[in-house]
C-alpha cells in the first residue's frame, strides 16, 4: 500500500532538530502521508490525543541553506506548548478527515515499549530512512 493511502504512520524520532528539539524531518516520500493541502500550505493541524490541536509548519527544504536535500521538516508542538518530548522515542500519525479538513493526531511512545511494538506489529509496510544513522518506520 502506498503511504498517501495509509492512515497511520509511525517514525522513530531520533535526535530531532530546532531549539527545542521539536522538529522531524521526512524524506520526501514519507512526507506523501501528509495530505496534498498539508504540503502545499506547508501547514497542518496537529492534534493530541487529548484534544488539544496546534496548527503546524510542514515545509519543504529543497534548496534552502545552499545545498539540495530532498527533505520536509514538521515543527511539532513544543514543551512549552504542552508538547512531549520526542528524541529518542517514537512517534505515530493517524490521519483523520473532519469534513473538508485533514487532521494529524500525533501520539509518543518511549522506544521499545508495548504500544511501539504494537504500532510496528500493526504495520503493513517496514522500512528504514536511508543514511548512516536511518530511522526505522512503518504504517498501515
Given at each position: ?45 496537529i ?51 473532519e ?42
Open positions: 500500500m502506498p503511504i498517501r493511502q495509509a492512515s497511520s504512520f509511525w517514525i522513530e524520532a531520533g535526535a530531532m532538530s530546532g531549539g527545542a528539539a521539536h522538529q522531524i524531518e521526512f524524506p520526501n516520500e514519507l512526507a506523501e502521508f501528509f495530505d496534498d493541502n498539508a504540503r502545499h500550505e506547508e501547514v497542518d493541524t492534534r493530541f490525543p487529548g484534544g488539544q490541536s496546534f496548527i503546524r509548519p510542514l515545509t519543504y527544504r529543497g534548496t534552502d541553506y545552499g545545498q539540495w536535500t530532498d527533505i520536509w521538516r514538521l515543527g511539532l508542538p513544543t514543551a512549552n506548548m504542552g508538547g512531549p518530548q520526542y528524541s529518542g522515542r517514537v512517534i505515530k500519525f493517524e490521519r483523520l478527515q469534513g473538508e479538513n485533514t487532521v494529524y493526531v500525533v501520539t509518543v511512545a518511549d522506544a521499545g515499549s508495548a504500544e511501539s511494538q504494537a504500532w510496528n506489529a500493526q504495520s503493513s509496510t517496514k522500512d528504514q530512512t536511508g543514511g548512516p544513522q536511518g530511522r526505522k518506520y512503518g504504517y498501515w
